[in-house]
Antibody, heavy 120, light 110 residues
Framework: EEQLVESGGGLEQPGRHLRLSCAAS????????MHWVRQIPGKGLEWVCG????????EYADSVKGRFTISRDNAKNFLYLQMNSLRAEDTAMYYC?????????????WGRGTMVTVSS | QSVLTQPPSASGTPGQRLTISCSGS????????VHWYQQLPGTAPKLFIF???QRPSGVPDRFSGSKSGTSASLAISGLHSEDEADYYC???????????FGGGTKVTVL
């Protein structure tokens, strides 16, 4: 069964914005921190950001700080990533990932990912 | 350049023992837990070892994790063809206040 399903990726121009969504199911979404991890095709993994169960603790990678915003809606079991001021280097597969807290715990559930391409 | 350092590739014959290293610093591996992920071609990563040396259910016991100081290792005792994949180490970094990954090690079974 699909536990995390991402959507919202696509082709966008530099400087524009995209909003990614992640629908969660089959686990108690409201109890866990959630993260976004990205991967340029053929390259390694890069953690993007994470949010605690109650949205009190939020951390970002330096590469996206000030441009991306992570949020969640526990009533709807959704995680979001607002991506502003997009750059070519943001081109990657974006994975929605379940953690434990923002700073601890392995990423034990991954979505299939949604591809974001930033190009003019 | 990744904060955690892994060899880009490793290979062995079926049945052989293989070890993948992951080198960090006091702000990440030296003070925090290490997790390992396996990524098969064309699929999302999967948690393979958590909390330095714990295996999730379903991960064969030929896989083991260890940590000493600022380095960690993933060992495969008795390599199988289905172990061909990319393996990544990860840890929280207190200085960067973020999760850091190794660059990944591509395991090939000859």
């Amino acid at each position: 069964e699909e536990q995390l399903v991402e959507s919202g990726g696509g082709l966008e121009q530099p400087g524009r914005h995209l909003r990614l969504s992640c629908a969660a199911s089959t686990f108690n979404f409201e109890d866990y921190a959630m993260h976004w991890v990205r991967q340029i095709p053929g390259k390694g993994l890069e953690w993007v950001c994470g949010i605690s169960w109650n949205s009190v603790t939020i951390e970002y990678a330096d590469s996206v700080k000030g441009r991306f915003t992570i949020s969640r809606d526990n009533a709807k079991n959704f995680l979001y990533l607002q991506m502003n001021s997009l750059r070519a280097e943001d081109t990657a597969m974006y994975y929605c990932v379940k953690g434990y807290t923002v700073t601890t715990g392995g990423f034990d559930i991954w979505g299939r990912g949604t591809m974001v391409t930033v190009s003019s | 350049q990744s904060v955690l350092t892994q060899p880009p590739s490793a290979s062995g014959t079926p049945g052989q023992r293989l070890t993948i290293s992951c080198s960090g610093s006091s702000s990440n591996i030296g003070g925090n837990i290490v997790h390992w992920y396996q990524q098969l071609p064309g699929t999302a990563p999967k948690l393979f070892i958590f909390s330095d040396n714990q295996r999730p259910s379903g991960v064969p016991d030929r896989f083991s994790g260890s940590k000493s100081g600022t380095s960690a290792s993933l060992a495969i005792s008795g390599l199988h063809s289905e172990d061909e994949a990319d393996y990544y180490c990860a840890s929280w970094d207190d200085s960067l206040t973020g999760w850091v990954f190794g660059g990944g090690t591509k395991v090939t079974v000859l």
